[in-house]
């Protein structure tokens, strides 16, 4: 029977292409890069609205959380089209939020609490709910700018009539 195993007919056969394509798509899945000012915008506003609710739970947390700055690494060389304070309000959050990331890293690495009780979160929220506001502002007024065509359409390529 051993021979039969990896014979013809077996789920081997099936399973093993199965199993190495999934490890693929694993290890190959990419995040799609945002391509327009609104789609930057949009996931720089997702990643702060996380970071919101993480700074909220921080101090009921057993395992603090790390905050979210993937589309901030991903597009701060791209944030051209925003004015001056505002891109200076996101770097300053970004930049606390790295440092409060490297904080919780260094708990993590020497297994110490005072590390995390260290972290003042507080002096964080500022920046954070400064930068919020301005990019909810500058969204609002570039999607009214744009009309209601401006988000993504959908399946069905914006509705039923086409």
Known sequence: MPEDFFGEGSQWTILI????LIVF???MRRRKQERNPQEIAMSLL?????????????????RPKKLKIGSWQRNNDKLGFLDESLHASLSNFFRMA??????????????SISYVSGINVDRIKEPL?????????????NMEQMGPAAGRPGCL?????G
């Open 17 to 20: 292409p199965l199993i190495i």
């Open 46 to 62: 997702v990643d702060l609205n996380a970071n919101h609710k993480i700074l909220e739970e921080f101090n009921t947390q057993t």
């Open 129 to 141: 709910t400064k930068s919020r506001e301005g990019l909810q502002e500058w969204l609002k007024t």
């Open 25 to 27: 798509t694993f290890f």
């Open 98 to 111: 790295e440092d409060h990331n490297l904080q919780i890293d260094s708990a993590k690495r020497y297994k």
């Open 157 to 161: 390529g914006g509705g039923f009539g």
